[in-house]
């Protein structure tokens, strides 16, 4: 009997430990054709472990007065070479086109809307999916506005608005806001649990040309693709970068690095529980990023 009781425990002991290694399932949705930031968030969090990414779809920024043409097809096909230069096996879907509609069928049809849908549906009660918003929450609050019974079920951690955390005022007029204000209602009106790093708290974590040059160089063809990027994009940043979606990923991944407090918003922005990330390790975020790269790539 003692010896069968010893069993059990091995087997219980056994399947927690697999259990507490399980990778984390993650879809993630970036605006990556906008800014530098969301390609180094994106190599982050394609090569992190402990997470499986089951999906990287596109979003739009095309209310942006430096948007392309067809800005969603700009993330598109930039996530596509990401996963190529990663090497990981992730689905790359295309997004909603444009911001939300004003009226009727408000929702931006697409596959990366569906496939939050697919994913949230299948999961047994009590589970939920983890989705990392990087750009406007146009996918995520379409999924959501389709079918308002998965929002229960997300877990949804994004980088966008302000928040003061000495008067409690919440501001909403950042880029990721307003590239679709309809979405962002629709999210603080629904039932999806949100974790959101304002950008005045993500601001803190910055990376210098020199020292990512250094770092990244001539040491695998991302690292050259990201410094190169650096300079060919269209803005004055040239020795250092806010790396605002970077931090997001490194507070995800190491939840020691940074605090997260829980705000309830006002009435007019739906009277909510957020956990709202109030500060951040930046120094230990920006050092990891750099070996966490090397480790993958060079291991």
């Not at 930039?78 to 997004?95: A, I």
């Not at 806001?177 to 959101?196: F, G, K, N, P």
Request: with cysteine; hydrophobic share 45%.
């Amino acid at each position: 009997m003692r010896s069968l009781c010893c069993t059990l425990a091995l087997l219980l002991l056994t399947a927690g430990l697999a259990l507490a290694q399980a990778p984390r399932p993650v879809i993630l949705d970036a605006d990556t054709g906008n800014e530098i930031d969301d390609l180094y968030a994106l190599a982050r969090a394609l090569v992190e472990p402990s997470w499986e990414v089951l999906a990287l779809n596109a979003a739009q920024w095309q209310a942006s007065h430096w948007a392309v043409p067809e800005t969603m097809e700009n993330s598109h096909r930039l996530n596509q070479v990401m996963v190529g230069y990663t090497g990981v096996d992730v689905p790359t879907l295309r997004g909603g086109a444009a911001r939300m509609y004003d009226w009727g069928d408000l929702a931006q049809h697409s596959a990366a809307a569906y496939e939050i849908i697919h994913r949230a549906r299948a999961l047994p009660e009590g589970d939920s999916l983890t989705v990392v918003v990087l750009g406007a929450l146009t996918n995520v609050a379409s999924a959501v506005y389709i079918d308002p019974s998965v929002a229960s079920k997300l877990a949804v951690y994004w980088l966008g608005s302000t928040y003061d955390f000495d008067t409690g005022v919440m501001g909403t007029t950042d880029f990721n806001c307003v590239m679709d204000i309809q979405a962002l209602h629709v999210m603080l009106r629904s039932e999806a649990a949100l974790h959101v790093i304002p950008i005045n708290v993500a601001e803190a974590l910055t990376l210098s040309y020199a020292e990512t040059e250094r770092a990244l160089r001539g040491t695998f063809p991302l690292g050259d693709f990201l410094v190169d990027r650096w300079y060919q994009h269209l803005d004055g940043l040239r020795t250092e970068r806010v790396v605002w979606d970077l931090a997001l990923i490194q507070a995800m991944i190491h939840p020691t690095w940074a605090e997260q407090v829980t705000i309830t918003t006002s009435k007019d922005y739906g009277a909510r529980p957020i956990h709202y990330y109030h500060s951040i390790d930046a120094a230990q975020m920006r050092a990891e990023f750099y070996t966490a790269l090397d480790a993958f790539f060079n291991p």
